[in-house]
């Protein structure tokens, strides 16, 4: 009788221990945990006050199929994956390409795919048409990107061919890079295709597209820690759901994504 209680006993403990196992890590118990830097049209920004975007909206109905409550932490962009990391937040979504880098520190649930465009002040005064073109001209990035590493990478490119370095203009956040463009700061800025049409729909008589796009199936994803397997599974479950009732297409609609950015 002992012997069959002993064995009962452990049957429990393990079905405990699994049920635990498969249990989302959760920085607050009912709450999905982001952090997020809210400075990337048409992702993440600030209107009114109010933090809105695609990932906004993305973001609060993962967490309610999830049975979770929204809770975004705001933050700067260079801080969103070490916030992760220090177990801070529960997942990262503010614009995060998905790079090697990324991957060796944390997993991705992949969303949304966009390509790299270069943006010009209305008019296009310095005639820019492409990556090369950049060469002797003052261009901006946002920091610490990778439109920051992009802009990096060409004006190498541009001193290995004899010419002039991209003079380059590092500034915290999409929004400033926009805002330097206007102002003449800058002769162009390197950033996404989704980012520039974002900016010509808001300021059509501010902002000039002066290249194809490039680069056009890099991966946005969801940050989720290595170690959170069972939320990563939750979040990508909602988010097929949401793909085949048409809620996913419907947000690509309201904020202006083209529909090859899709990743269904």
Same mark, same amino acid.
């Given at each position: 009788m002992l012997?069959?209680?002993l064995i009962a006993a452990a049957g429990l403990v393990t079905c405990v221990?699994?049920? +635990?196992?498969?249990?989302p890590k959760l920085v607050e118990a009912g709450k999905l945990t982001w952090?997020?830097?809210?400075?990337?049209?048409?992702?993440?920004?600030?209107?009114?006050?109010?933090?809105?975007g695609f990932d906004i909206d993305l973001v609060d109905e993962l967490a309610k199929r999830s049975?979770?409550?929204? +809770?975004m932490?705001?933050?700067?962009?260079?801080?969103?994956?070490?916030?992760l990391l220090g177990g801070r937040v529960d997942i990262g979504v503010s614009g995060l390409y998905i790079?090697?880098?990324?991957?060796?520190?944390?997993?991705?649930?992949?969303?949304?795919?966009?390509?790299?465009?270069?943006?010009?002040?209305?008019?296009?005064?310095?005639?820019?048409?492409g990556p090369t073109t950049l060469?002797?001209?003052?261009?901006?990035?946002?920091? +610490?990107?990778?439109?920051?590493?992009?802009t990096k990478k060409l004006s190498e490119e541009c001193k290995a061919a004899g010419k002039p370095e991209i003079d380059i203009l590092s500034l915290p956040g999409t929004s +400033?890079?926009?805002?330097?463009?206007?102002?003449?700061?800058?002769?162009?800025?390197?950033?996404?295709t989704a980012t520039i049409a974002a900016m010509i729909n808001e300021n059509p008589d501010t902002y000039d597209i002066a290249s194809e796009p490039f680069d056009v199936t890099t991966k946005v994803g969801i940050a989720v820690g290595k170690d959170n397997g069972a939320l990563k599974a939750k979040l990508d479950a909602a988010l097929q759901s949401m793909a085949k009732d048409g809620t996913y297409a419907a947000l690509m609609k309201k904020w202006n994504l083209p529909a090859q950015a899709s990743v269904f």
């Amino acid at each position: 009788m002992l012997a069959r209680i002993l064995i009962a006993a452990a049957g429990l403990v393990t079905c405990v221990t699994l049920a +635990n196992a498969q249990e989302p890590k959760l920085v607050e118990a009912g709450k999905l945990t982001w952090g997020s830097s809210p400075t990337f049209a048409p992702f993440e920004f600030v209107r009114e006050g109010k933090p809105v975007g695609f990932d906004i909206d993305l973001v609060d109905e993962l967490a309610k199929r999830s049975g979770l409550a929204s +809770n975004m932490m705001g933050m700067e962009f260079k801080g969103v994956v070490p916030a992760l990391l220090g177990g801070r937040v529960d997942i990262g979504v503010s614009g995060l390409y998905i790079t090697p880098e990324r991957l060796a520190a944390v997993d991705f649930i992949p969303y949304v795919l966009v390509g790299n465009q270069i943006v010009v002040k209305k008019g296009n005064p310095k005639k820019v048409s492409g990556p090369t073109t950049l060469c002797g001209l003052k261009a901006g990035a946002a920091v +610490n990107t990778a439109f920051e590493a992009s802009t990096k990478k060409l004006s190498e490119e541009c001193k290995a061919a004899g010419k002039p370095e991209i003079d380059i203009l590092s500034l915290p956040g999409t929004s +400033n890079v926009a805002a330097a463009l206007a102002q003449g700061r800058i002769d162009a800025a390197l950033t996404s295709t989704a980012t520039i049409a974002a900016m010509i729909n808001e300021n059509p008589d501010t902002y000039d597209i002066a290249s194809e796009p490039f680069d056009v199936t890099t991966k946005v994803g969801i940050a989720v820690g290595k170690d959170n397997g069972a939320l990563k599974a939750k979040l990508d479950a909602a988010l097929q759901s949401m793909a085949k009732d048409g809620t996913y297409a419907a947000l690509m609609k309201k904020w202006n994504l083209p529909a090859q950015a899709s990743v269904f």
